[in-house]
């Protein structure tokens, strides 16, 4: 698959527009996170080995933004699938638009469509490629879930699966005491959920474990300064995702209310220094024997 980096440009005005559109949607906050790791996460796309006129799932699409660059750069089959049909109207609405103005690649076909990565029986030995970021961590059976993305697969055809392992990231200088609290909660309640923060270093051994034959590992650092004139916006993300999972900290008892509220006054409060964080992902490669 050949890149086009001066399509990008026209893909991220579709998803500021969507933002304008709806500024205090509780979900505006994923798509400011999406749009501001995208040029990091556009060099995944150079790894992966896809021919023009492949079907390929994005399997745990969200909003579907990577089913979009994928179908927006080669000529192949997209299916952007996903739990949350929230998630994946908004993805249809930009996708209407980019469609109007003739963005995607010619030849190339994306569709939405809800769908449990829990159950692929319909989707028998469908695709060439499936991909799935960022959703292994949300995942209470990962095991039960990839035996269902190889069961999708074609004999041959490859599961690309990205996601996050807490412990390769860095902070300096180290995060506050109260928002270091206010991480370990959230954790905790992924945790409690079935998610798993440090799930990165067990995805080769889960494609493994399918069956499959794993070709590449790689780890993809997402390195980032913040000066102190300019307001952190990895902070601003996390302290939006604290917001929302209030409720849940606080039934679960990872924190007090008024624990959960003072901590997140002296974290919002906090003076800004100029900042350098890392975070990595891990990407792993495995090929179902033709
Ligand atoms: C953090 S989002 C990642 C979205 C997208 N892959 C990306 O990279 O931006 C995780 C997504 O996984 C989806 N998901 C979680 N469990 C799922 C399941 N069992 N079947 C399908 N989608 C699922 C969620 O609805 C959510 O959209």
């Known amino acids: 698959m050949h890149i086009d980096p001066s399509k990008w440009d026209a893909l991220d005005r579709a998803w500021t527009a969507q933002l304008e559109k709806a500024p205090h949607h509780p979900d505006a906050w994923r798509i400011e996170q999406m749009l501001a790791t995208a040029p990091v996460q556009r060099i995944l796309l150079h790894m992966l080995a896809i021919q023009p ?3 390929v799932l994005d399997a745990g699409a969200g909003f579907g933004l990577l089913a979009m660059e994928l179908a927006g750069q080669c000529a192949l089959n997209v299916v952007g699938m996903d739990i949350d049909t929230g998630l994946l109207d908004t993805g249809r609405q930009v996708a209407a638009r980019l469609d109007a103005d003739q963005w995607f690649d010619h030849g190339a076909a994306l569709q939405f469509v809800e769908g449990d990565l829990y159950d692929l029986s319909s989707e028998q030995a469908r695709y060439d490629f499936i991909i799935s970021r960022f959703v292994y961590q949300h995942l209470t059976d990962p095991e039960l879930a990839t035996d269902q993305l190889v069961g999708a697969l074609k004999p041959g055809g490859h599961l690309c699966v990205i996601d996050v392992d807490d412990q390769l990231g860095i902070t300096y200088p180290e995060p ?10 959230y954790a905790a309640v992924q945790e409690h959920r079935g998610g798993d923060r440090h799930v990165g270093r067990k995805l080769s051994t889960y494609l493994d474990a399918a069956g499959l034959d794993v070709s590449l590992t790689v780890v993809l650092p997402q390195a980032m300064h913040v000066p102190a004139s300019v307001s952190d916006p990895g902070l601003a993300f996390t302290l939006s995702r604290l917001a929302q999972t209030r409720e849940e900290i606080i039934q679960d008892g990872a924190m007090s209310p008024q624990e959960f509220d003072e901590c997140m006054e002296i974290a919002s409060a906090e003076q800004v220094t100029s900042r350098f964080t890392l975070a990595a992902q891990l990407v ?7």
């Open 284 to 290: 792993v490669i495995g090929t179902k024997p033709g």
């Open 53 to 55: 006129g492949w079907s």
């Open 176 to 185: 506050s005491d109260a928002l270091e609290r206010l991480q370990h909660a």
